[in-house]
């Protein structure tokens, strides 16, 4: 599958985040974070990763912050210390913190001149997924949980999945907590009247996550013999059938996607990767011209979309594309990509030659940065230091097979 990931898939990437941020699905985004900050990523994604989770933290505790306001105007001062615990656990931002602190700390005579005023506390209540334990939380708190996941979701939608029996909401909330192993079971007792699209789509999704695609497809297929408009099913079947490399069953639900509305940043970047996948590189340069229009600047995929361009020769788009990657460190304003792609067309050296230098001190395990100075050299005429650079380079185990052949090949013509 590669880069793009599975969007309903445990494994996280930048992409879904953002997405996750952008629907307001804070405590799924939460979880996102956490499992991408596990991962090997670039220092612009990890940079990406840690605001959009300190955006997820600081709108978590904002929500668990008013909801203590108005659990303290109610006069239900144990109830609104716990979510006040809570938002202290989940903020970032310095402001924030503070007002909770000091809300933490009025004093009794202020509780109960808010309690006076006597305003309703808000409707939502604002509990982590991940904080608690379903084992050991009431039904109203399960409720609480639901009303928060669903808030991002369309108002259709999220009133079809509040209308869901205490059994369904109970495997809906454990999948939210990454907990598919408990929820399989919960979702396979279910009756069959509750069995309906948003059943096969919810354990067809697990299941796939699960590695089991074929299971899997049948599932998401049900949900979509049932309601052919749900566009989460959709996309899920798309997801398994890459991740099975079925390419010519998710090109065409891809297209019949686009028909019916489908989000266009996703679809053409998955048709992006299936035609570079095929090698029909005009193709996806195409796709990629329109994911990239309708929105998708997700780091990897514009680093997919960059290497198409320069194969197809499109050499102004590829620096128009990789400008949009951001400059992290003390190289200046060039990030690695484009630097490296300046290099291959021998641009812009003495520039290049200072991202490269600052590169080899952020990331000095990592011989690769050596070898874009040792290139640098040459391609400036430094040949001698070049040599002698490559000489030390060349031999480090730790430098990728094609970085050796790049230093290997070099090496040959002196």
């Known amino acids: 599958m590669g880069f793009l990931g599975k969007i309903f898939g445990s494994t996280a990437t930048v992409i879904k985040l953002r997405k996750a941020i952008d629907q ?27 605001t959009l989770q300190a955006t997820a933290g600081d709108s978590l505790a904002q929500l668990n912050l008013n909801e203590a306001l108005g ?57 982590t997924l991940t904080k608690l334990d379903l084992d050991e939380i009431s039904f109203d708190d399960q409720d609480c949980q639901l009303e928060l996941i669903l808030t991002s979701y369309p108002p259709a939608l999220a009133t079809r999945y509040a209308a869901k029996g205490i059994d369904f909401k ?30 096969w789509f919810e354990i067809g999704s697990l299941l796939a996550r699960m590695g089991e695609f074929d299971d899997a497809k049948t599932a998401l297929e049900t949900a979509l013999t049932k309601n052919p408009q749900l566009l989460l099913a959709v996309e899920a079947l798309v997801s398994v059938f890459i991740s099975n490399e079925e390419y010519p069953l998710a090109q065409t639900k891809l297209l019949q996607l686009l028909k019916i509305g489908g989000d266009p940043a996703f679809c053409h970047a998955q048709l992006t990767f299936l035609n570079f996948q095929q090698h029909a590189y005009d193709i996806a340069a195409n796709h990629a011209r ?25 050499l102004d788009e590829t620096e128009n594309v990789l400008k949009m990657i951001p400059a992290t460190g003390c190289g200046g304003n060039i990030n690695p990509p484009l630097a490296e792609f300046w ?9 290049i ?19 874009r100075v040792a290139q640098t050299y040459i391609a400036r005429g430094w040949n001698k230091d070049g040599a002698k650079l490559l000489q030390k380079v060349v031999d480090d185990p730790r430098l990728e097979p094609e970085h050796t052949a790049e230093a290997v090949a070099l090496l040959d013509k002196f």
């Open 24 to 50: 307001q699905r804070y405590a799924d985004a939460n979880i996102l974070a956490d499992e991408l900050i596990q991962q090997e990523l670039s220092t612009s994604e990890r940079e990406e990763v840690a």
């Open 71 to 127: 659990l303290l105007r109610n006069g239900n001062t144990e109830r609104a210390q716990e979510h006040l615990h809570l938002a202290q656990q989940q903020a970032y931002g310095d402001k924030l913190k503070n007002q909770i602190e000091q809300t933490l700390a009025m004093e009794q005579e202020e509780l109960e001149a808010l309690t006076a005023d006597n305003n309703s506390s808000c409707s939502s209540c604002s509990s």
């Open 170 to 199: 109970t495997a809906f909330l454990l999948t939210h907590a990454g907990k598919d192993e408990q929820a399989l079971p919960l979702w396979q007792q279910l009756d069959d009247p509750e069995r309906d699209d948003l059943y």
């Open 290 to 314: 329109q994911a990239l229009a309708a929105g998708n600047t997700e780091t990897t995929f514009v680093l997919l979309a960059a290497n198409i361009f320069e194969h197809v020769g499109a």
């Open 343 to 351: 290099l291959r067309h021998k641009l812009h050296l003495s520039e």
């Open 353 to 371: 030659l200072d991202t490269f230098n600052a590169a080899c001190r952020e990331d000095p395990d990592n011989p690769r940065w050596q070898l």
